[in-house]
T-cell receptor, first 111, second 113 residues
């Protein structure tokens, strides 16, 4: 079982739609949580850090539930440019700095 | 803002050859991480350095070695290359090792033939 699990999708949504991604992690000692996006054959780019209090950045909202070891990302008013792979990432536990990635969720936003 | 720089961007080697990948972190970042991403896979952690000392080690083969220099840049040395080493190699940098945000370079695409 992977340490970080995501629904790989793909999610195909029209422009303007709201889409939600979920992720679970198995290491209860994990300390830091992130969402990255990755475009084809390019580097992962940090989208946002995720905090227990929840955080919002424009159209993006991330939530963390430590008790359930569950992380979510909500994208509102989807744009064509949101099409990418979204990676759920955790850090901490036995190896404090290294990032452990989920397998990614593919999002395609169509006109 | 300055980002992580990696060189070369593309590299083609034959089996059993050696390769050296370079990474220049964001200015003032003191921690460097190396990740390997195979086709259709998520990035896997290889090794990290903080203040020129190895801080953590992941699934890095014994054929690979790395170091961080006094100017904080890092090099990943790969010897006796195998076909399975073909992958994207990303370097990321952060300030400190406290689980903070890591910023990735554009990667080096290594092809072993």
């Amino acid at each position: 079982r992977k340490e970080v699990e995501q629904d790989p999708g793909p999610f195909n949504v029209p422009e303007g739609a709201t889409v939600a991604f979920n992720c679970t992690y198995s290491n209860s000692a994990s300390q830091s949580f992130f969402w990255y996006r990755q475009d084809c054959r390019k580097e992962p780019k940090l989208l946002m850090s995720v905090y227990s209090s929840g955080n919002e950045d424009g159209r993006f909202t991330a939530q963390l539930n430590r008790a359930s070891q569950y992380i979510s990302l909500l994208i509102r008013d989807s744009k064509l440019s949101d099409s990418a792979t979204y990676l759920c990432v955790v850090s901490g536990g036995t190896s404090y700095g290294k990032l452990t990635f989920g397998q990614g969720t593919i999002l395609t936003v169509h006109p | 803002a300055a980002g992580v720089i990696q060189s070369p961007r593309h590299l083609i080697k034959e089996k059993r050859e050696t390769a050296t990948l370079k990474c220049y972190p964001i200015p003032r970042h003191d921690t460097v991480y190396w990740y390997q991403q195979g086709p259709g896979q998520d990035p896997q952690f290889l090794i990290s350095f903080y203040e020129k000392m190895q801080s953590d080690k992941g699934s890095i083969p014994d054929r690979f070695s790395a170091q961080q220099f006094s100017d904080y840049h890092s090099e990943l040395n790969m010897s006796s290359l195998e076909l399975g080493d073909s992958a994207l190699y990303f370097c990321a940098s952060s300030l400190g090792t406290g689980g903070g945000e890591q910023y990735f370079g554009p990667g080096t695409r290594l092809t072993v033939t």
